[in-house]
């Protein structure tokens, strides 16, 4: 492969294409910043914070630029602005907490001896990069990872491209030395060379469970770490005492903005039975009421998935759970092309059977299920193979924390869902992999402990 071509969803045209680098070439590149690396981390902290902070106010110039290119790369429609707000907050929460959680632990300071633990930055990480949230994603570990000392080697999904490039636009021009952040364009093979060749010190992938395991076999016996955020399969559960009309709101939009393509995206609803009418009432009127059509239009509310082919697969999975006796709610939609323009649809009727309640959809699709018990709910929301998030609507928090503390996740949501708080980790368990994202555990994660034993004569 000599080059990536980035097949616009609106179209199916060729939106940009950029040669990727060769072997040699990525090596030089990692080589270079190995070399700017130690430079980097001499600096001080607050210096690194600030030229982050820097590069965000660069992108946070060109919102309407961002929202027209993500509309162009991926799909989403441009009434909703791009993604700065998020960019910035979890770049903001990184800097302000990095002083703190990068500051050595003083076990000892006395007259004859000096005990403590030091944090250092692993060297060079290597961000893979995905294409449905393509800028807070790859801040995520970008802004944390060059804060502690890092440098960084960005790798965007060929979905997305251009991101990478804005990103390092705005790195650079913040100030950041060019070889401490670098966006290159490389194929699966060159990627593999770099993790096994250990030209590289730590990974952090966010992609498909086949993808997190092309990584962990390139770095086996490398002692590389790696941290995946791979598949989900969130479940929501609207419990008897919820408020039914917040419930269908938030559910529902978890399960369809951006098309469904949110690694946190609802893709299973789990119904007391007392609500459940009412909710998939509820519910259908509330799809109904989208405008699936060009996202480059002000009035769509939905826009195509990013690629024909991850359409596909949605179809596949609600096709196959109608031939299995599921009840699709939502009539095909004028815009609905049979390509990337995907009718979002509500399932009933559905069982763990389906490959809809059970393997990562990533579009615009949720089955509903009843449930008479939180025992009940709670054995649905764990027959999984994925966990990242789980989110529980209630009144009472107390068994909503109860019952997340049963719930085989990441992360647990009450009233709300499709979010990532910054100040808390981001992280998964079983399939959906394992890594520590954002909080004062990215700064653990992205750095190694050092310890100093010093006795004084």
């Known amino acids: 492969m000599s080059s990536v071509k980035l097949i616009s969803p609106i179209d199916g045209s060729v939106y940009l294409e950029r040669p990727v680098l060769s072997r040699d070439d990525a090596f030089a590149a ?42 162009h790369q991926m799909g989403r429609p441009v009434r909703y602005g791009g993604e700065f707000g998020g960019f910035k907050e979890r770049a903001s929460h990184m800097a302000e907490i990095a002083a703190d959680s990068l500051a050595p632990q003083i076990i000892e300071d006395s007259a004859t001896m000096r005990r403590l633990i030091r944090r250092e930055p692993w060297g060079t990480v290597l961000v893979v990069a995905p294409w449905n949230y393509p800028y807070m994603t790859a801040i995520n570990t970008v802004a944390p990872a060059l804060i502690a000392g890092n440098c960084v080697i960005l790798k965007h999904a060929a979905q997305t491209l251009q991101v990478g490039e804005r990103l390092a636009e705005a790195f650079h021009a913040a100030g950041v030395p060019e070889d401490v952040f670098q966006n290159l364009v490389l194929d699966h093979d060159t990627t593999s060379d770099l993790i096994s060749a250990r030209k590289v010190d730590f990974v952090n992938f966010t992609g498909s469970v086949g993808g997190g395991q092309a990584m962990e076999r390139a770095a086996a016996g490398t002692f590389l770490p790696i941290a995946t955020e791979l598949g989900g399969k ?17 559910v529902i939009d978890g399960a369809m903005f951006n098309s469904g393509q949110c690694c946190c995206g609802i893709e299973r609803v789990y119904v007391h039975e007392s609500l459940f009418d009412a909710f998939v009432e509820k519910a259908v009127a509330l799809v109904k009421s989208y405008r699936l059509g060009n996202p480059l239009d002000e009035e769509t509310t939905i826009g195509p998935m990013a690629n024909v082919r991850f359409a596909a697969e949605a179809r596949a ?32 009727n559905v069982t763990h059977a389906m490959r809809v309640m059970r393997d990562e959809t990533f579009g615009p699709v949720v089955g509903i299920m009843p449930v008479k018990t939180d025992d009940e709910a709670v054995a649905l929301m764990n027959d999984s193979r994925f966990g990242l998030t789980a989110s529980i609507w209630t009144t009472d928090a107390k068994a909503a924390e109860a019952l997340g503390q049963r719930i085989q996740t990441g992360t647990v949501f009450m009233n709300r869902c499709d979010y990532l708080d910054p100040a808390l980790c981001w992280t998964g368990c079983k399939d959906t992999g394992r890594g520590q994202g954002l909080s004062v555990l990215a700064y653990q994660a992205l750095t190694r402990p050092k310890s100093y034993h010093l006795k004084k004569a």
């Open 234 to 250: 969130d479940p929501a559960y609207v419990r008897a005492d919820a408020d039914l009309d917040a419930a269908v709101a938030g």
């Open 317 to 348: 999975q609600i096709e196959e759970a109608v031939a299995d006796g599921a009840t699709a709610h939502i009539p095909t939609m004028e815009a609905d092309d049979g390509g990337a323009y995907l009718t979002p649809q509500i399932l009933t």
């Open 30 to 71: 990692a080589r270079a910043a190995r070399d700017a690396q130690a430079e980097w981390a001499a600096r001080p902290v607050d210096e690194r914070a600030a030229m982050v902070m820097k590069a965000v106010g660069i992108v946070g110039e060109s919102t309407d630029r961002m929202a027209v290119e993500l509309a």
